[in-house]
């Protein structure tokens, strides 16, 4: 039997980092997915072993199913719809069985989303033998979500393969989870993203799990319905950077100043909360499309200014910044910033021989 899934990428229009503290954050998913194809073998092999093949990333891992359960048995497993944190000491056993795969150190940012891997399929499926093949339309560790499109559609797989889900309309030949269960898959993300971020705010992983555009606040969302166009170029700096550390920067500037970061995840809130009521509102309504864009810009620069008083700018994103500037257009970081992309908000007046410009102007910085 075989089970294929998706879930896709996201940009953070607003509000990253800051929800970690309990601002609103303002998120939407992109047209880029991670794919997982999980297969199980015919009872008559005797196959004893759970592969993971990470195709673009060119790195198999492999691990006997006995030497699994000898590690994890005492956990019980499966539970599928019980989500459940890994605790410290099973990661400490789990990172036993990553490390014994000899990653290259070019490619040992991967362990973390192997361990997830582990985490997640061994209290879903138990152990059992099966290969699973991950591939990705989308960077790594570059502020698109990468690591909460891996941990939803991996999920997405492994629950469908229970036959357990409801499976709803289809979408882009796809079929959809049912309300009820995509709150379990979204769940169950969240307890994987645990594992690869350390403390996430659950932004990305539901935003991958629903879609659309959503508002997010201490673990609740709600969907928007944009009423204008809304057209974003992201542009990679390439500047490679790890959004756990990153998170964990924040947190530590927020120990020493308190008062003064309380105040940045504060009009952080405000800027999420204006964001959203600007997109929401009827067009025309009291504001013209331009008026609305306008007001976008403003906010999103509002938004980079604070990020840059939490300390995760970059001079990479100084350079977009800059560079998009002289076009007269605003941008700001998306995702855990360090690096990674930009966000650049493009009005529906722009001219095509000036996007053009602009967008050459970036390729030759960051090609
Ligand atoms: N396709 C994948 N296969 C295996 N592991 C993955 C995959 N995608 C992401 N990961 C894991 O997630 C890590 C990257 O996650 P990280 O949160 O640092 O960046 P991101 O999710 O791309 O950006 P952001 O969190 O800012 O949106 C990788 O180092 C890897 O461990
Ligand atoms: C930086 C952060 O706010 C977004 C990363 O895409 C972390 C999180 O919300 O978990
Ligand atoms: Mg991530």
Known sequence: MEVKARAPGKIILAGEHAVVHGSTAVAACIDL??????RFPADSDDDDTLKLVLKDMELNFSWSVTRIKATLSHLGSPFPSTPTTCSMEVIKSIAVLVD????PEAKIGLS??????????????????????????LPLGA?????AAFCVSLTAALLGSLNSVHLDKN?????????????LLNKWAFEGEKIIHGKPSGLDNTVSTYGNIIKFRSGNMTCIKSNMPLKMLITNTKVGRNTRALVAGVSERSMRHPDAMSSVFNAVDSISKELSTIIESPTPDDLSITEKEERLEELMEMNQGLLQCMGVSHSSIETVLRTTLK????????????????????PTCILLFYLLAMVLHLFSLFL
């Open 33 to 38: 997915y991670t794919y997982v194809s999980l």
């Open 100 to 103: 014994e795969q000899n990653i």
């Open 112 to 137: 973390s989303g192997a361990t997830a891997f582990l985490w997640l399929y061994t209290s879903i499926i138990g152990f059992k033998p099966a290969t699973v093949v991950v591939t990705s339309d």
């Open 143 to 147: 502020g698109l979500g990468s690591s």
């Open 171 to 183: 979408h882009q030949g796809w079929l959809t989870y049912g309300e009820s269960d995509l709150d």
């Open 327 to 346: 076009f007269k257009l605003a941008s700001k970081l998306t995702g855990a910033g360090g690096g990674g992309c930009a966000l650049t908000l493009l």
